[in-house]
């Protein structure tokens, strides 16, 4: 499973956990839908912390919390390159 997939996991699971659409999310973060759409669908594979900081605050949760998980915990970094793919939000 690569990065990008494991944050849509990640953000899909909490939103269908709190029964709410990636629209509403967008609300509650202040972020346009665009940008959660583009994370969704996985056009934005690397989002920017603050674009993940923004999306913690719209689940009431810290960046913290938001990113301990099991999944991102056992993700290997050592062959993942942002670089690969210039695609931030």
Known sequence: MTYSEI???RITA???RRGITCNKL?????LNQSTIDNIIRGITKDPRITT????A???NMTLAEFLDFHELNEFSFDDYSADADDTHL
């Open 7 to 9: 944050l849509i996991q």
């Open 14 to 16: 909490l939103c269908k």
């Open 26 to 30: 967008a609300t509650m973060c202040g």
């Open 52 to 55: 993940l900081h923004h999306i």
């Open 57 to 59: 605050i719209g689940f």
